[in-house]
């Protein structure tokens, strides 16, 4: 069975500051997927990372991807009131058909 | 180009009924799979369909099944419902296998009382 740890589960910081999440597992993914999710929402995907060691920036949000297709992180510099949100790593199966998700990040930026 | 819509939104049932939930994929999408989300947790795989075949299930009894139709929307049955059973499910649809990522529906809040 595969399983991502996601850390930390809460998180609550001012507005301005700089946060890393983390996303940890034992097991091999054929690709991550960081996803962020609004109350009485579904999770709505901000990247997806396939080749480790890969870096992908969206403006202020920078994911890496681990050498070893094990681990992710997810790293958002000044954050903002807007960046509030459940924050979701999934790791895509290797045979294309499943994403296991990680515990969530609970994040609250405040003014 | 439109979403993924689930319907519907929210549903109250009671503890041994069955209940059926819909979904329509994201236009052009013929992968379809299906997530259970508890409270406070990360949303966990039900099973997915795949040009109208089941292609992976997850750690769930055989009384949660699927169908995937032609146009690739799908449904999905509970039968025997149990109280443990009330979380959000969520629809995702997909282009193909592999890499390209989810599109999620809103999702069916359900409720077993």
């Known amino acids: 069975t595969q399983l991502l740890e996601q850390s930390p589960q809460f998180l609550s910081i001012q507005e301005g500051e700089n946060l890393t999440v983390y996303c940890n597992s034992s097991?091999?993914?054929?690709?991550l997927q960081w996803y962020r999710q609004e109350p009485g929402e579904g999770p709505v995907l901000l990247v997806t990372v396939v080749t480790g060691g890969e870096v992908k920036k969206l403006k202020r949000l920078t994911f890496q991807f681990g050498d070893a297709r094990k681990d992710s992180s997810l790293h958002i510099t000044a954050a903002q009131p807007g960046d509030t949100g459940l924050y979701l790593c999934?790791?895509?199966?290797?045979?294309?058909?499943?994403?296991?998700f990680g515990g969530g990040t609970r994040l609250m930026v405040k003014p | 180009e439109t979403g993924v819509t689930q319907s519907p939104t929210h549903l109250i049932k009671t503890r041994g009924q069955q209940v059926t939930l819909r979904c329509s994929s994201q236009?052009?999408?013929?992968?379809v799979s299906w997530y259970q989300q508890a409270l406070g947790q990360g949303p966990q795989f039900i099973f997915q369909?795949?040009?109208?075949?089941e292609n992976g299930r997850g750690n769930f009894p055989p009384r949660f099944s699927g169908l995937q139709f032609p146009n690739y929307s799908s449904e999905l049955n509970v039968n025997a419902l149990e109280l443990d059973d009330s979380a959000l499910y969520l629809c995702?649809?997909?282009?193909?296998?592999w890499g390209g990522g989810y599109t999620f529906g809103s999702g069916t809040r359900l409720t077993v009382v």
């Open positions: 369909y795949y040009r109208e075949e």
């Open positions: 999934a790791g895509e199966s290797n045979a294309g058909n499943m994403l296991t």
């Open positions: 097991s091999v993914f054929s690709s």
């Open positions: 995702a649809s997909s282009l193909e296998l």
């Open positions: 236009s052009g999408h013929n992968t």
